[in-house]
């Protein structure tokens, strides 16, 4: 809650309330901004040396390189923010090809105006998401622009994992007859940002699933589930992983509309709101596929909420589709939105 | 889910479905006039839980999909205009007028603004004086009373940066216009629930005696649907036409009467066209003469000038229920939800969309086992 919030913002606010341009330019403006805001909230010993990039030690294994922006609005919401966000995005990136989250860089592109309060408060939330993941936050850049340039704050965050299993996770080794896991209820992100962001109320508190993966992503491997492919859902949500995976790996599918869970507080906004909660984004959730046979033991290692979900057919029409079975008894093929998800008009 | 789950019971659909079959006897063809309708239907695959013999064709109440070109031609002219935030029901923003749509111009800079509600609007209004506010007033009488109170509104606080621009439209002259045309071969409507919640069910009986055709007001829940479509085909099969209302949950006979009051006085009832279909006499609402000031066609002074319809687009015939979807040559391959070239590809209401999003490989998906009887529970 942002009133509980205690403010411990190691830059007075009288002095410098608000992100100026002066941040940006690498003087001493920026040095402060390094020293009292991100070194203190990031401190690890290979970030410390504040060289020009970070020195890593060798690891034994593959490894997972990826990246992503995050421009969320609001930049906080309820069950988390953009800061999170920044973590969990990139962390859970690494984890679903199957590595174990290691570093992180961080770059922000902050807007003239920004109140340092909230940077802060993000910077924080940075830190506590890195450190319930396990990751270090080791380099990063900070660029300012001028008021009306930016939204505030933008994010990216840049990640390296260590894959420590053999399995080649992907698409590619999608068979016919897996078993499709889903590792909790769906849409949760996407309503509590666009409730937030719209002043929309609803009666129930609905809060985002926004959560690391790589503890259950692990908990798999280490448990020796033979893992073919994951996908967090994000934008899109589950009507689009499930959609880009049938086609890389050229399999159709089948969904079962009732085992899919969804919080009655979501399901309740997206029928006033005219959207369909497969679509809707998730920050929090993954579905993996996995041999038949193995799919009672996956579920006894995640979280109670996982369920299977579906499995992949043997290849038949072409393109592959992805089929639900309605809780109707009836069939209709899963779609991707067009664009954005438009609240309809009645 | 409380209100939502009783309506969507698998073993009462299935029953409900094996009552459909055993009363009828002969073909029969069914129109659901509403978009929510058509949207649930495809959706939840109902019509593939009916019996071969009953058809169901998909109708104009769509608002999206009946809002004339030039009204979108007219939006994107205000929109774009630099002193203007254009406010809108979101899937408005997508469907194309004759060269551009809303979102295009959102793109280029134009403060285009998706709101929930018009009274969101006026409230922008109250909130940016130095600001020209408008709000795209479309729909059916569903939405005809909100937008109704947003004028109200406007107007009682002397609101003077507020206007409305209107193309409202009317569901009983449209589907008289199917009944009368020569291609028609609807034979039972089930009408939509949430405009007789509003205007009530009497408007439907001079319709249903004049051209003997059952009436079924009608909800948007899978059950609802269903029993909209029984009590239509008992009507059908005992040779009566009259005007039932299956969605006794919201509908009363006389509806919704100070909403209809407030219609009443804010709007009057004048010839509309309707997008693929042509003008329909006294099948729309435009502002009364004491609040013609909020009409936001004359404040920016935006022509009506005539705009062409895709010739490749059959949306007209769709929304008449003469043709389906799939049996037009250009849906799903030149024409998708993401390069519509009618509205009915745009609107998740729309027909085209509603099945291109769930069955655009029909052969594929009529399996025998979704047939009557085969549903599993």
């Known amino acids: 809650m942002i009133e509980d919030f205690v403010l411990q913002c190691p830059i007075p606010l009288d002095d410098n309330p608000t992100v100026q341009m002066g941040h940006g330019g690498g003087g001493r403006m920026t040095r402060d901004l390094i020293e009292k805001i991100f070194l203190p909230a990031f401190t690890n010993d290979l970030l410390a040396p504040l060289h020009d990039g970070a020195i890593l030690p060798p690891v034994g294994g593959r490894l997972a390189f990826t990246t992503d922006s995050f421009v969320v609005r609001p930049i906080f919401f309820r069950g988390g923010d953009l800061g999170s966000l920044a973590v969990n995005g990139t962390v859970n990136d690494l984890a679903m090809c199957g590595a174990r989250p290691l570093y992180l860089s961080a770059g922000f592109i902050l807007e003239e105006g920004l109140p340092i309060k909230d940077l802060w408060r993000v910077v924080c939330s940075m830190a506590d998401a890195a450190s319930v993941a396990g990751v270090r936050v080791v380099t990063g850049d900070t660029k300012v622009v001028d008021k009306g340039h930016g939204d505030g704050i933008f994010i990216n965050t840049a990640g390296v994992g260590v894959i420590e299993t053999r399995l080649t996770i992907g698409p590619m080794s999608v068979r016919a007859g897996d078993a499709i896991l889903l ?4 849409g949760r992100h996407g309503i509590a940002v666009m409730a937030e962001r719209e002043g929309l109320e609803f009666e129930s508190d609905i809060s985002s699933d926004c959560a690391p993966l790589n503890g259950p992503v692990l908990a798999l491997l280490d448990g020796g589930v033979e893992v073919h492919c994951l996908r967090d859902l994000t934008r899109g949500g589950l ?8 086609e890389s790996a050229n399999l159709p599918m089948r969904v079962e509309e009732e085992s899919v869970s969804v919080q009655d507080g979501v399901r309740g906004a997206c029928e006033i709101l005219g959207l369909e909660p497969f679509s809707v984004a998730n920050e929090g959730r993954f579905i993996a596929f996995v041999p038949a046979g193995e799919a009672d033991t996956a579920l006894r290692l995640l979280s109670s909420g996982a369920a299977v979900i579906g499995t992949v057919d043997p290849p038949g029409t072409q393109p592959p589709l992805v089929r639900v079975r309605t809780s109707l008894g009836t069939s209709r093929i899963l779609d991707l939105p067009s664009g954005e998800q438009l609240p309809r008009i009645c | 889910m409380k209100y939502l789950d009783e309506y969507r019971d698998a073993a009462t659909a299935r029953t409900y479905a094996e009552a459909i079959a055993r009363v009828t006897t002969r073909p029969w063809t069914i129109m659901e006039v509403c978009g929510g309708q058509t949207h649930a239907i495809v959706r939840f695959g109902i019509d593939t839980l009916l019996p071969p013999q009953i058809s169901l064709l998909h109708g104009p109440g769509c608002p999206v999909c009946v809002t004339p070109l030039e009204v979108l031609d007219q939006a994107v002219d205000i929109a774009a205009r630099p002193n203007v935030i254009f406010c809108s029901f979101g899937d408005m923003l997508r469907v194309p007028g004759s060269q551009s749509d809303l979102f295009q111009v959102k793109s280029n800079g134009g403060d285009v603004r998706i709101v929930y509600s018009p009274v969101d609007a006026v409230q922008i209004a109250r909130e940016n004086p130095e600001k020209e506010v408008v709000f795209l007033a479309v729909g059916f009488e569903t939405t005809a009373p909100a937008n109704a109170m947003a004028v109200h509104r406007a107007k009682e606080e002397g609101i003077s940066n507020f206007s409305v621009l209107v193309s409202h439209v009317l569901v009983p002259p449209a589907m008289e216009a199917i009944l009368s045309s ?3 071969r609807v034979q039972g409507f089930l009408a939509a629930g949430h405009v007789c919640t509003v205007m009530g069910y009497t408007e439907y009986e001079p319709l249903a005696r004049r051209y003997h055709v059952p009436i079924v007001v009608t909800g948007f829940e899978p059950l609802d649907i269903l029993q909209g479509v029984y009590l239509c085909v008992r009507q059908l099969e005992e040779g009566r036409a009259e005007v039932e209302n299956q969605y006794s949950r919201s509908v009363r006979r006389e509806g919704n009467q100070p909403a209809q009051e407030l219609i009443r006085e804010v709007f009057t009832v004048v010839p509309r066209k309707w997008r693929g279909i042509g003008e329909i006499p006294a099948s ?38 003469i043709k389906k979807p799939q049996e037009c040559p250009a849906f799903g391959t030149k024409c998708t939800p993401t390069h519509p070239l009618g509205a009915t590809m745009v609107s998740s209401e729309g027909a085209c969309a509603a099945y291109y999003k769930y069955r655009r490989n029909e052969t594929v998906e009529r399996s025998p086992s979704a047939a009557v009887g085969g549903a599993a529970p």
Do not use: W
């Open chain 2, 182 to 184: 020569r291609h028609n």
């Open chain 1, 239 to 246: 009507t689009s992983a499930l959609i880009e995976i049938s």
């Open chain 2, 284 to 321: 729309g609402l435009g502002l009364a003469p004491p609040y013609a000031a909020f009409d936001a066609a004359r404040r920016f002074q935006v022509d009506s000038h005539h705009a062409e319809e895709n010739p490749e687009c059959i949306s007209g015939l769709v929304l008449q229920g």
């Open chain 1, 183 to 186: 590792n909790g209820d769906i």
